[in-house]
């Protein structure tokens, strides 16, 4: 099974096809540590860089 969700993403989109961002962000290398909203904002997971990919995907 993949680490980083690719095996998750390709089997969603046999059942149902929809737009996937590629270059969605990964997470850095395991063994790491920091407060939650740097965690976020290191993997691109605010609500800011969440909405801005959605905008992508709907553009």
Do not use: C, F, I, K
């Not at 969603?12 to 737009?19: A, I, K, T």
């Not at 270059?23 to 407060?35: T, V, W, Y």
């Not at 909203?37 to 709907?58: I, Q, S, W």
Request: charged residues 30%; aromatic residues 2%.
């Amino acid at each position: 099974m993949s680490p980083d969700g690719s095996l998750s993403a390709e089997r969603l989109q046999e059942l149902r096809p929809m737009d996937v961002d590629p270059a969605a962000p990964r997470a850095p290398g395991h063994g790491e540590s920091a407060p939650n909203d740097e965690r976020l904002e290191e993997y691109g997971l605010t609500p800011a860089h969440v909405a801005l990919a959605a905008r992508r995907l709907l553009d």
